[in-house]
């Protein structure tokens, strides 16, 4: 079984053609998101706010989907900047309790769309 999420509350309305997320059986494979608003338009800021951002549009994805925020196993974070990771990691530990945090990825991308400074994709699981 294949669920495309192309909409949703709370969800951007993307220019761009494809999914916010796929569903494979107990698998969610979650899109890149960034600083977008609901209407799709590129909200620029610090890194740390663009990342705010771009995780509320990850969580309304997953939450679309028909996942919990529970069942995020991992995450992706693309910097244009590696110099914004602590504020980040700030961010990350507070949207994700000791205990609860997902298997992460961090690194320095050559640019983002629309000039972003954070990008965050990820996956999630649940239990068969």
């Known amino acids: 079984m294949r669920k495309h999420i192309t909409s949703g509350e709370g969800l951007p309305q993307w220019t761009s053609p494809i999914s916010h997320a796929v569903v494979v059986n107990n698998i969610c494979y979650l899109s890149g998101q960034i600083s977008i608003s609901a209407s799709g338009t590129y909200v620029p800021g610090t890194a740390l706010e663009e990342a705010r951002r771009a995780f509320e549009n990850l969580f309304c994805a997953v939450r679309a989907a028909g996942f919990s925020l529970d069942e995020i196993t ?52 649940r239990d068969a």
């Open 74 to 125: 991992f995450i992706d974070i693309a910097f244009v900047d590696l110099s914004d990771l602590p504020q980040v990691n700030d961010l990350f530990a507070e949207l994700f309790p000791e205990g609860k945090r997902p298997a992460r990825t961090v690194y320095q991308a050559a640019g983002l769309p629309y000039g972003g400074k954070v990008k965050v994709m990820g996956v999630a699981i």
